[in-house]
């Protein structure tokens, strides 16, 4: 029995390294290309940094300005979709399943559309359509579906019921039941919906470049700038860097997912 279940790991080793050089080969080139003087000439040119130089006194600003807008993202999906995942997950009514799927919309149409949505009823609020605020009203809509279907799914844990129940029968108050009780115990959901919320954000481009302005452009939408209207090697350096800034980020996030897994998920 163990000799057969053992025969197919070769194969599936040579799957997994073969799906894996797919994936990673075009970025590893696309970075390259960035570190080299000339593209066209590859390494013999000689490596550099001048490209993510001048990229940077570019595009620099659209750094932080995206790990910022993520970062309210992120905030503002946490104080608007928990408490909406748990009246979804308690509710049977057939409003709240039809709220449901009216709350996916916006992931099912293209982000054109939703932009196009959006300036077309708030366009015309200079002070707004002129912020990043008007662009963190698109992220918000494009993620919060993401950030309520993970987190309700945890709510409708049968143990979590007997739980709340339990401390209701104790005398606990809502506000003690959900803050002291529930949201303790899904925590690991929630962490992995901020992790969902914040690399959609920091990385959708469709719906931002609709909403975007010449004074609020984010991380992607300059480097499709770069792209568009420079050197290969510039917009390939501006890959490098993006690269950099997020990583370290969402392995800062899934570590404390996984040590928050690890300490309270059993």
Known sequence: MNVQSQKPAPFLFFITVAVSLFMFVPVIISVMAGLVNNYRTGLKSGL???????????????????VLLALACVACTLVLGVPCAYALARSQSRFSRAFEET??????????ATALALILAYG?????RQSYGFILIGHILF???FMVRTVCSAFQ????LAIEEAARTLGASFTQRFLGVLVPAIFPSILAGILMVFTLSIGEFNLTWMLHTPLTRTLPVGLADSYASMRIEVGSA???IFILV???????????????????GN
């Open 103 to 112: 709350l996916m919309l916006p992931v099912a149409i293209p982000g054109l």
């Open 48 to 66: 550099t940094l001048r490209w993510i130089s001048e990229v940077w006194s570019v595009y620099g600003s659209t750094v932080s300005a995206s």
């Open 124 to 128: 015309n609020v200079n002070f707004l």
């Open 238 to 240: 501006y890959t490098l």
């Open 143 to 145: 993620t919060l579906p």
């Open 246 to 264: 997020i990583l370290p980020i969402l392995w800062v996030l899934q570590g404390a997912a996984n040590w928050v897994q690890n300490r309270y």
């Open 157 to 160: 844990r049968p143990d979590l």
